[in-house]
């Protein structure tokens, strides 16, 4: 589905991610770890198709769809719009700008706001909701689109429990259903949930299942030892967004 060879991204003159090779097909949940800078947006970026590589090649399947859901929720909070009509945009692919919505779109928009649990929400203005209802909404909008790639730059960070528990539910439902998943995150916790584990410090550090990525070796290369917490269950990672620090995990 996705293939990187040598891929390398630049700000300018600054280097933001690679070299990467890697591959990425459908069916699974891939977490990308790592510290602020480490690269991990630029490589969703790069699967959206919102940035091209500054060297090195990105093969793609011809005509990928892509649902991606930054991390910056208010962006869209000043414009007068629904939780509905938010959701009802991710349609746009199949109809055009000026297409009529139909039947399937309607039931689309229906199921994804019901998988989000913000149906009660539908005629609600987008910008008066709390941080953790704009999350969901924003996330069913991704599954509205029904794409094969569903991309989710640091989806639970600072959300409510609930709001985390489900949208964690949500992503294993859609890997389960052959979609590919992937998250930017910096909680072990949620990589823990993926099927696969790609661990970036600019370039990528570990690459595989998260019981022999997420282990005490590659989080100290990924994250530097001042990062690491270690405790009697294991090692675990202080958390620099101002929510506490990550619980112990064990680790090889």
């Not at 990425?24 to 091209?52: C, D, E």
């Not at 987008?126 to 730059?153: H, I, K, M, N, T």
């Not at 270690?230 to 090889?252: I, R, S």
């Amino acid at each position: 589905m996705l293939d990187f060879s040598n891929v390398t991204a630049r700000y300018g003159r600054d280097l933001a991610l690679g070299p990467v090779t890697a591959t990425f097909n459908g069916g699974g949940a891939v977490a990308l770890m790592g510290p602020n800078g480490s690269g991990k947006t630029t490589l969703l970026r790069l699967v959206a198709g919102l940035l091209s590589p500054s060297s090195g090649t990105l093969r793609r399947d011809e005509d990928l769809a892509v649902a991606y859901v930054s991390q910056h929720q208010d962006q869209h909070r000043w414009l007068p719009i629904t939780v509905g009509e938010v959701v009802a945009a991710a349609r746009y692919r199949e109809l055009g700008l000026l297409g009529r919505s139909r039947g399937a779109d309607r039931e689309a928009v229906s199921r994804s706001l019901e998988r989000m649990e913000v149906t009660d929400l539908r005629n609600r203005s987008f910008g008066e909701l709390s941080g953790g209802q704009r999350q969901r909404v924003l996330v069913a909008s991704a599954l509205a689109a029904d794409a094969p790639v569903l991309l989710l730059d640091e989806p639970i960070t600072g959300l409510d429990i609930p709001s985390q528990q489900l949208i964690l539910e949500v992503m294993a439902a859609e890997a389960a259903n052959g979609h590919l998943v992937m998250i930017s995150t910096h909680h072990l916790d949620e990589a823990r949930h993926c099927d696969r584990v790609v661990l970036l410090n600019t370039a990528v550090v570990a690459d595989g299942h998260p019981d022999e990525v997420l282990c005490r070796g590659h989080l100290e290369a990924t994250f530097g030892a001042h990062a690491l917490t270690v405790g009697p269950t294991g090692v675990g990672l202080v958390d620099h967004h101002g929510h506490g620090t990550h619980e112990p995990e064990a680790a090889p």
